[in-house]
């Protein structure tokens, strides 16, 4: 009914229901009324300016505007003689007027949907339109207003898929059918799960983006007539797919996560975040996306107390310093941004904010731009909106001077051609400082705020004052001198000129006595030059790749290099090597022997040293954003690390300084069949994309025992319960996927990304690593695998592979274990330290993993343990970690051992790598040096200058008034297998 009486409003009210309304607002409003406003300096977009121009009002929209035009007879005409105009702002994304998402009750998981004709994940509610929700909220409306908006597009935000949101003009002296001026103008979506329910999935970021892909291709297949059943979130997504797409990623990782994802759905989103794309400028702009950018810049933190400034690391300082560039600097790049709003306490912070990006080079064209004529292209509304045009939308705020200057006040907000005054334009502005003879004393005193604050001294003695500006009379109560005397002075003027108060002054005995107050314009004039000179362009501070601690100034870059002298330790059938010589060229290991030379190749003396191929860690939850499970089905094989990779965790870092090359990034372990792998080489300081093996091998995790039936769940109730439900899992899947593989072809065929992945598995195209403990469940997983023609590749933990090590060589399986773990719950109660030496024995591929991001850093230490427990050859226990988990990944071919050809990933050791006295000295990867333990000490020294620097920087800034925030301790989860975040 709602929508209806609305639409039924929007088709009629214009034309007739305004005639027969009674109107007691301001003349402005009414729409019969021709308005000239004339006198004025218009700028009518950026760039373009009119002097002593005029602009013409009828029915809401511009009728004219120029300079010199012909104003129309019987016009209302109101002089502007020295006010400026200028396009209101248009807010591109906001929840105005919407009605607040109820939060569903009760407690507990829930896996399946709770409503019936919809899609099947209730986090996607396409079907909500904006309309449904909506209620004109006045008070809100001021402060948009106010703050020099005149429309807003709005949403509801809840969901993934969000549905429409619908564009509103913001004028209070209109009703609903004026003001909606574009009722479908977007279709929204974002990474935040709906709070009106309790379904689990997804539980993680990278099933949010899974989540996504699939809902766009089941959409597309739906379009097409293939359903059965009528899907209400279906057909609404196919509905809105030609509006503006726009989804909320937030910071600049996800802006290229959720543009990776609509390239593959075929969608070019407008994306909403990017508050530091300025750290990765170059890729965001490879995704020709536009974006909606938050300016809420973070406050100063209050690092008086050392004890607490510890809490802050150095990436968050630098943020404080760096956020207000972004503007400017995505504006040098050329990339195409609106600005909004949200995110700040409140509209009216958004000039301080933009002022703050304009110390930083940001002109004002670029900030009129980002606030009108961007948002209404992206949204598709510059016929209505954005410039000051005829036939355009009467949106326009009137000011007292240069928009973004200093003291310039909004005067007015006419929006649909309706004035809403913000401050009365025909009132003198008095602020400033003054001085006063009263009765032989001089008055000194500051009026500020217009006119709303004043501070009065005589000499040095700070009196007690009030003041009041009421029409065209203002009044001041000042204290006396003598702080025992509770009297008071009072003042009262006329205002009729800028520069002085002329008046009459009543002190405290009864007498009266005139006065005049001059204003110092001199000290007027030192102030503004002072802000002169306090204009010059603030600049960044360093901004290293990776732009948070131990980040290099400049990108690493390949270099030719000449180890001389080293032990190498090849893993190949040269075994070791004493005094050998290896050169690095072009990336790639280019020559090995004795004396060899090269012509402007940097020579590394490594007499004494030892020289090895990088540590593989097969098994890492390292460097992943936002959930290393997917818990909210019990096969997840749509989801993929790769969606996911942090490329700013210090661990990879850390794991670098331990000599680790490459890391496979493992889904947990909370389902049968969980996610994709990321395969990365731990190249700091360069992009998730850049780090990812390029034609990576495929995996997959799988995963058995305690974890997948939730033994250790207060009240998991997820299927399965039992080992004997996990055997049905796989067998329910694969069987499912030999049918969807049946399908393809047929009509109705609906593309399952999940299946897809499942297909590649029964068709040997995608790698198995098995999370596993238990011997009962290692042999099940084998037998189901060789049923359906496959065979798995690694099973990782496997701390019960002793036991079955010829059963495992047979089915021609790898193994990747811990050195000396055990008895950390009930189901590795049998595991044994001898275990890598005894599969090792059976010829089984072994390999030694972290599963932890502290053991990832010495590797080279659970290795040796082999060489303890076992007798194992050092060769063989440094292959462990090196040559053995290259093959268990299938990268042997690239890396793992030192021959020539093969990548530069290498360690320099100060030591026998198997020695717990051995640090890694040098570590490349690709023939870049990415560890340098001397420059990792410059590091240090430069990582302290600089935070004392912003300590300092921020100290000022908190005496200058500024606001600030107490500090606090950014940290990431460190991953394990179990690990959920529901």
Request: proline content about 3%.
């Amino acid at each position: 009914m709602k929508r209806v009486l609305l639409l039924l409003f929007l088709v009629y009210g214009m034309a007739s229901a305004q005639e027969y309304f009674p109107n007691n607002d301001d003349i402005s409003a009414r729409g019969e009324v021709v308005v000239a406003i004339t006198n004025a300096t218009i700028v009518t977009q950026p760039g373009t300016v009119i002097t002593n121009g005029t602009i013409i009002l009828k029915d809401g929209k511009i009728s004219n505007i120029g300079s010199g035009i012909t104003i129309p007879a019987g016009a209302v005409i109101q002089d502007a003689n020295g006010s400026y105009i200028y396009p209101s702002f248009i807010e591109p994304y906001a929840d105005f007027g919407m009605e607040k998402a109820k939060r569903a009750s009760g407690s507990g998981q829930q896996y399946d949907e709770s409503r019936q004709g919809y899609y099947w994940n209730d986090h996607i509610r396409a079907e909500q339109d904006a309309l449904d929700f909506y209620k004109y909220d006045e008070k809100e409306a001021k402060k948009m207003i106010n703050a020099g908006y005149g429309a807003v597009q709005t949403h509801m935000n809840d969901g993934i898929a969000r549905g429409s949101g619908m564009l509103v003009a913001l004028n209070n002296n209109g009703d609903d059918g004026m003001r909606i001026l574009k009722e479908e103008s977007g279709s929204f979506f974002s990474l935040k799960r709906s709070v009106q329910t309790r379904q689990s999935y997804p539980t993680s970021l990278m099933g949010t983006l899974a989540l996504l892909r699939q809902t766009h291709f089941d959409a597309d297949w739906y379009s097409k007539g293939n359903s059965a059943t009528r899907d209400l979130s279906l057909e609404a997504l196919v509905a809105n797919k030609n509006l503006v797409q726009i989804i909320e990623a937030g910071d600049k990782k996800n802006v290229l996560r959720v543009d990776k994802m609509g390239d593959r759905v075929g969608k070019q989103f407008v994306i909403v975040g990017g508050a530091d794309a300025y750290e990765m400028i170059d890729d965001i702009k490879a995704t020709k996306a536009s974006l909606i950018l938050p300016i809420n810049f973070p406050d100063a933190y209050d690092v008086t107390n050392p004890y607490q400034e510890w809490y802050v690391n150095l990436a968050d300082m630098r943020e404080w310093k760096q956020a207000p560039a972004n503007p400017y600097l995505l504006s040098q790049a050329g990339i195409n941004y609106a600005i909004t709003s949200q995110g700040l306490k409140t509209p009216d912070k958004l000039m301080e904010k933009l002022k703050m990006a304009m110390e930083y080079g940001l002109t004002a064209d670029q900030a009129l731009a980002a606030l009108t004529t961007k948002p209404a292209q992206i949204l598709g509304v510059s016929d209505m909106v954005g410039t000051l045009q005829k036939g355009k939308v009467a949106n326009f705020i009137m000011t007292s001077g240069p928009l973004f200057e200093k003291d310039t006040k909004i005067y007015e907000n006419w929006v649909q051609g309706s004035k809403h005054v913000i401050k009365d334009r025909h009132r003198k502005d008095i602020d400033g400082s003054y001085t006063a003879l009263i009765a032989g004393d001089t008055y000194k005193m500051d009026i500020s705020g217009d006119a709303k604050k004043v501070s009065i001294k005589i000499d040095s003695t700070k009196l007690g004052g009030k003041i009041a500006y009421d029409g065209n009379w203002i009044t001041i109560t000042a204290s006396q001198k003598n702080a025992d005397d509770k009297t008071f002075t009072r003042m009262i003027s006329k205002v009729s000129k800028e520069d002085r108060l002329t008046g009459t002054a009543y002190l405290a005995n009864g007498n009266e006595i005139s006065f005049t107050a001059t204003k110092d314009v001199e000290k007027e004039k030192d102030e503004k030059e002072k802000d002169e000179k306090k204009k010059e362009t603030k600049t960044l501070g360093p901004l290293t790749f990776p732009n948070v601690s131990y980040g290099s100034a400049t990108k690493p870059q390949e270099e030719t290099i000449l180890y001389r002298n080293a032990t190498v330790w090849t893993n190949e059938k040269d075994g070791i090597l004493e005094n050998t010589d290896v050169l690095v060229k072009n990336g790639k290991i280019s020559k090995i022997g004795k004396n060899l030379s090269a012509s402007n190749a940097r020579v590394i003396d490594a007499t004494g040293k030892h020289l090895t191929s990088g540590i593989i860690d097969e098994h890492s939850h390292i460097a992943i954003d936002n959930g290393v499970n997917e818990a909210g089905h019990n096969s997840t094989a749509e989801v993929t690390i790769e969606d996911v990779v942090d490329h700013e965790d210090v661990n990879i870092y850390r794991d670098l300084a331990g000599g680790v090359t490459t890391s496979q990034l493992l889904h947990g372990s909370a389902n049968p069949i969980g996610g994709r792998s990321a395969i990365i080489k731990l190249k700091w300081g360069y992009s998730p994309e850049e780090m990812i093996y390029s034609d990576s091998p495929k995996f997959i995790k799988f995963a058995l025992g305690e974890n997948v039936k939730q033994s250790r769940y207060q009240n998991g109730v997820r299927f399965p319960q039992t080992r004997m439900g996990v055997e049905q899992v796989f067998e329910d899947y694969f069987t499912r996927a030999r049918e969807y593989a049946d399908s393809k072809g047929k009509k109705n065929f609906r593309y399952d990304e999940e299946m897809e992945v499942i297909l590649e598995i029964l068709e040997s195209e995608r790698f198995v690593s098995c999370h596993s403990y238990v011997q009962t469940e290692i042999n099940m997983l084998m037998k189901v695998a060789e049923k359906h023609g496959f065979r798995i590749n690694t099973f990782t933990h496997i701390l019960e592979g002793y036991k079955m090590a010829d059963k495992m060589k047979e089915h021609g399986v790898g193994g990747s274990t811990f050195s000396d773990w055990w008895a950390y719950k009930y189901e590795v109660n049998d595991a044994i330290p001898y275990n890598a030496a005894i599969m090792h024995s059976q010829g089984v591929v072994t390999a030694i993993n972290s599963d932890d991001a502290e053991m990832s850093r010495r590797l080279n230490q659970e290795a040796a343990k082999a060489v303890k427990y076992g007798n194992v050859s050092e060769e063989d226990a440094w292959k462990f970690v090196t040559l053995n988990p290259a093959k268990l990944l299938h990268i042997d071919d690239r890396t793992g051992s030192i021959k020539t050809g093969k990548d530069a990933d290498l360690v320099l050791w100060s030591d026998n790598p198997l020695s717990v006295t051995a640090t890694a000295e040098v570590t490349m990867i690709d023939g870049i040096v990415f560890f340098d333990k001397e420059r990792d000490l410059r590091f240090r020294e430069s990582i302290k200058e600089e935070r004392q620097q912003l300590i300092n920087e921020m100290i000022a800034a908190k005496n200058k008034g500024l606001k600030t925030q107490e500090p606090k301790q950014s940290t990431k989860t460190l991953y394990e297998c179990n690990t959920l975040e529901w």
